[in-house]
């Protein structure tokens, strides 16, 4: 692959127009190495500052050596190296988990807003008939998004144009579990696609499509149902019958891990076609819960001393609400979000209320819409603070800050509250 092809599909897709410091996410294979080796050489041209990520999954007999190549290429680079060890019982699903979280942790701590990870088309592919073969709604065929809302900034893939044998051939280390029968990728990738690809060269390269016309059809279905609120029982009941199938799909595609299957998806679509009232677990911690007038899926929280319902703010000082700690006017260190208040008090602080909305480029937005359009994920929107005053939402803590707040900060006089997740 040219360093210009890359760039081209970078600067097209304005992937790091926001974002000044970059976290890239390094196995030690060829995809990650080819990714680094790329953003490194072109970090002037992007305008990005790098750092890299790695987990040692302590597997294989191998993952020292990765670890002290990759500390020591770090370091011939100039750049930050930041490393954790996995030290459970090994499954991918755990796995993966733990990398995730542990890139999160990171990019609050260093000020990252970005995390760029390797997948390329081959993993696209094999991702859309991986899903496929477990007989996935249609909503799931997407496949894997370039860019998606993730910690405190985005996900991104800047490869997912490129297939593998795109990329140049580095040094790199080869995983040996690469080629064992025992995972379901490696089926995939070592047999069931080569084998298919003899009846049609072309074979992978339809499944990327597949995934892209899915993707195109449900940004239709939202642009179209756009004012439709999918949880209300009566707005949804109002659409026909294939409707209503499809707005399905796209809210359940909010709970990444519930993973119903087509079945199970027909039987929640059954009960809010005829039942009442509702309340019944379905699986992975999630239940469905329908009254006369709206349903949810929602993993049930116990009630907790965590469970807050306001906090009055009448002067200055430092609070403690939920899992966050407050300054007002207070700086504190490893602030991760500022927003500008009026310099009146009180200030509110409370979980979200049916019918929030918030000011954002100059639309007076629900709240509901806004977690949608931005696929905050459900457990985030559950714990949601919101930042008010004068019955106007000054911004959700950590998530966002609206255009109240935004123009405030210019006021000669002002509050400003300083916001961190407690540690």
Do not use: W
Request: one cysteine or more; glycine letters at 4%.
């Amino acid at each position: 692959m040219k360093k210009t092809d890359f760039l081209k599909v970078v600067e097209k897709n304005h992937f790091f127009d926001q974002h000044a410091k970059v976290l890239v996410a390094v196995s030690g294979g060829k995809d990650s190495l080819n990714l680094f080796h790329l953003l490194f050489d072109l970090r002037h041209d992007l305008n990005i500052e790098l750092g890299m990520i790695h987990v040692n999954h302590q597997q294989r007999p191998e993952s020292q050596e990765e670890e002290r190549y990759l500390a020591s290429l770090a370091r011939e680079f100039g750049i930050p190296f930041f490393v954790d060890y996995f030290s459970e019982k090994f499954s991918e699903a755990k796995a993966r988990e733990f990398r995730y979280e542990f890139f999160k942790k990171i990019m609050i701590q260093e000020d990252y807003t970005a995390l760029v990870t390797a997948h390329h088309a081959d993993d696209q592919a094999e991702t859309i008939f991986m899903r496929i073969l477990r007989g996935n709604i249609l909503r799931n065929l997407e496949g894997i998004e370039a860019v998606q809302p993730f910690g405190a900034g985005q996900l991104i893939r800047p490869l997912l144009s490129f297939k593998k044998s795109d990329l140049a051939d580095i040094f790199h280390f080869e995983d040996s579990s690469n080629a064992s029968q025992h995972y379901f990728r490696n089926r995939v990738r070592n047999t069931y696609l080569p084998l298919l690809e003899k009846e049609n060269p072309r074979f992978s390269t339809a499944l990327i499509e597949l995934g892209d016309e899915t993707m195109q059809l449900f940004t239709a279905l939202r642009d179209l149902t756009n004012e439709i609120t999918v949880t209300n029982c009566q707005e949804f009941l109002n659409q026909t019958p294939a409707v209503q199938y499809f707005l399905l799909q796209e809210y359940v595609a909010q709970f990444p891990d519930l993973q119903l299957t087509k079945t199970q998806f027909r039987e929640v679509l059954a009960i809010l076609q005829s039942k009442k009232t509702y309340q019944h677990f379905l699986k992975n911690g999630y239940y469905l819960l329908k009254t006369e007038t709206e349903f949810s899926i929602t993993k049930i929280i116990p009630e907790t001393d965590e469970n807050y319902h306001h906090l009055v703010i009448k002067s200055e000082g430092i609070y403690h609400y939920k899992d966050l700690v407050i300054g007002v006017d207070v700086p504190l260190e490893g602030t991760q979000q500022i927003l500008y208040l009026k310099k009146e008090f009180p200030i509110i602080l409370r979980s979200r209320q049916a019918g929030d909305k918030i000011l954002l480029n100059g639309v007076r937005k629900k709240l509901r819409r806004y977690f949608i359009d931005e696929k905050i994920p459900q457990e985030k929107r559950q714990k949601a603070t919101i930042v008010e005053q004068c019955e106007n939402i000054y911004g959700i803590a950590n998530i966002v800050a609206s255009d109240l707040s935004k123009s405030t900060k210019n006021d000669t006089i002002n509050v400003t509250l300083y916001i961190k997740m407690k540690v």
